[in-house]
């Protein structure tokens, strides 16, 4: 684990805030999980939701701007303790069905050709009368 005072050294009393209150209940919550258990939404969703409130509430009482940089570091920093090794399935870009992605590509080009043909047939048709 990482010296969470240490991402607050220049913030003062509300970085020390963050890390008694918040970082310190969210690291006790995710030690309860069992670690396998650490990359299951469902199973962190309730620790990283109290977090996030947590880290609002804090910065609401103490006058500060949320979400600020040393919020985003702190996530970072976490992600990095906690989440590094968790697939990123569910949140890849993937390409459509074909059945969704067909009709797309078919259409245009069935359309394209199809006035291509056009142009050259009145193009033939045109010629003889001119």
Not at 28 to 52: G, H, I, N, V
Not at 58 to 76: G, R, Y
């Given at each position: 684990?990482?010296?969470?005072?240490?991402?607050?050294?220049?913030?003062?009393?509300?970085?020390?805030?963050?890390?008694?209150?918040?970082?310190t209940?969210f690291?006790?919550?995710?030690?309860?999980l069992?670690?396998?258990?650490?990359?299951s939404?469902?199973?962190?969703?309730q620790?990283?939701?109290?977090l996030?409130?947590?880290?609002?509430?804090?910065?609401?009482?103490?006058?500060?701007?949320?979400?600020?940089?040393?919020?985003d570091?702190l996530?970072?920093?976490?992600?990095?303790?906690?989440?590094?090794?968790?697939?990123?399935t569910?949140?890849?870009?993937?390409?459509?069905?074909?059945?969704?992605?067909?009709?797309?590509?078919?259409?245009?080009?069935?359309?394209?050709?199809?006035?291509?043909a056009?142009?050259?047939?009145?193009?033939?048709?045109?010629?003889g009368i001119?």
């Amino acid at each position: 684990m990482t010296d969470w005072d240490s991402l607050f050294c220049c913030s003062g009393a509300y970085g020390r805030a963050i890390a008694d209150f918040c970082v310190t209940k969210f690291t006790l919550d995710m030690k309860a999980l069992d670690q396998s258990l650490w990359c299951s939404w469902s199973d962190t969703f309730q620790p990283y939701e109290e977090l996030t409130n947590c880290t609002y509430f804090v910065a609401l009482k103490m006058h500060c701007f949320w979400p600020n940089q040393q919020i985003d570091e702190l996530f970072i920093r976490l992600h990095m303790d906690y989440f590094h090794d968790c697939a990123l399935t569910g949140r890849l870009l993937r390409d459509p069905p074909i059945r969704i992605l067909g009709p797309f590509i078919g259409v245009p080009v069935l359309v394209t050709l199809l006035m291509t043909a056009l142009v050259v047939w009145s193009g033939k048709c045109c010629q003889g009368i001119v």
